[in-house]
Every structure is written in C-alpha cells, then in structure tokens.
C-alpha cells in the first residue's frame, strides 16, 4: 500500500480500534471537532482485537459492575483495521485519563499504509490486572458502547464492518441495556467534559 498522503505536519497519532473510531467520540474528549476525513482508516500488524478489558462502571439504574470493553494484545498473525487520530501531547494526555485502564503503546512500525518518517503512532493496550473477572463483580458489555462502536465502524463503509468483525475475537458476554458512566470521576469527566 501507498504511504498516507494528507497527514504532512502531524506527527503524533493515536490508532482507533473502538470507540475512537468515532469522530464524535474524540471529538468529545478532545474538546474540538475532528471530523471524520481527518481520521483515515488504517491496519495494525501483529494485535488481535477481543472484549477481554474489565472498566468499572455504574448503568443510569444503578447498576455498578465491570463494563467489558475492546482491547488488543499481541498476537504475531492478526491484524485490527481502525483509524488514525491526529493528535497533540496535551491532546494524548487528555485521552489517556479517558483510557485509564490503558497504556499507550508504540505500533508505528506495525501500521499500514506507512507513516513518514519521524511519525509515531500509539495504541491503547489494556493493562494486565484489567483483563479478568472480579471477584463478586459481574461484568457485562454495555449494550450502548457496543452500538456506538459498530454504528462509527458502519459510517466507514459496510467493507470495513465485515473486516471489523472478522478481525474480533468471539466473545460470549452478557450484555446490559441503558447508558453508562465510568465509576472513577477523573476517567468520566475526561470521557464527557462537562458543558462550558
């Protein structure tokens, strides 16, 4: 494949597998509208993509309990489609309290179509201790977080919806309807900024 063209200046990028596909979704974050054309679809090289990362969360019911979420972890023959999301330092920092169960790891080498030089590239990859059932915690699959992933992958095209689902591990998961916050107010308030 061609390297990227259109992306001359940046070089700091974050890969989207998940809710970052979502142009509305970082845009939230980062407190300005990125739209979608500045996002381009992208490989990653060497991850699989599954639902094994556990986040603390409350449903709107009340209802606390571990929200399961994507995740990728080294496997050296898979591969996960997303996008790239221009980005600053400040603007890293900001997504990181919103992926507190995240580190941000270096895949630019394993990105295709390949970057200019000097570019890097992370991608949050959940920590260890995070991927596992807690005891006496249930864990379920946000119905709604589910739903905003596929609707954001489905706005790339049906092609790139097919490749998504095949590039996921099968996960057998309970799933919870209503809307959701994170448990830790630091992690919420950088998800959803407060208004103003």
């Known amino acids: 494949m061609a390297p990227f063209t259109g992306l001359?200046?940046?070089?700091?990028?974050?890969?989207?597998?998940g809710s970052?596909?979502?142009s509305a979704s970082v845009s939230r974050t980062l407190r300005r509208e990125i739209q979608q054309q500045h996002m381009p679809l992208a490989?990653?090289?060497g991850f699989a993509r599954d639902w094994?990362?556990?986040?603390?969360?409350?449903f709107d019911d009340g209802h606390a309990c571990n929200g399961q979420f994507l995740d990728i972890s080294p496997q050296p023959d898979a591969t996960v489609n997303g996008v790239l999301i221009p980005v600053t330092e400040g603007?890293?920092?900001m997504l990181s309290r919103r992926e507190a169960q995240y580190d941000a790891v270096e895949v630019?080498?394993?990105i295709q179509p390949a970057l200019a030089p000097g570019a890097k590239v992370l991608a949050f990859q959940g920590r260890h201790e995070f991927r596992r059932d807690t005891p006496q915690v249930a864990s379920y699959r946000p119905y709604s977080y589910r739903s905003l992933v596929e609707t954001a992958v489905l706005s790339r095209g049906a092609d790139f919806l097919a490749q998504f689902h095949?590039?996921?591990k099968p996960a057998t998961v309970n799933e919870y309807?209503?809307?959701?916050r994170f448990a830790d107010p630091a992690q919420e308030l950088a998800a959803r900024p407060l208004a103003g």
């Open 8 to 17: 001359s200046g940046h070089e700091l990028f974050i890969f989207g597998y």
């Open 20 to 22: 970052l596909v979502s």
């Open 43 to 45: 490989l990653l090289h």
């Open 52 to 58: 094994e990362i556990r986040v603390p969360i409350v």
């Open 108 to 110: 630019g080498a394993r």
């Open 177 to 180: 309807q209503g809307g959701y």
């Open 91 to 93: 603007e890293l920092e």
């Open 166 to 168: 095949a590039m996921t």
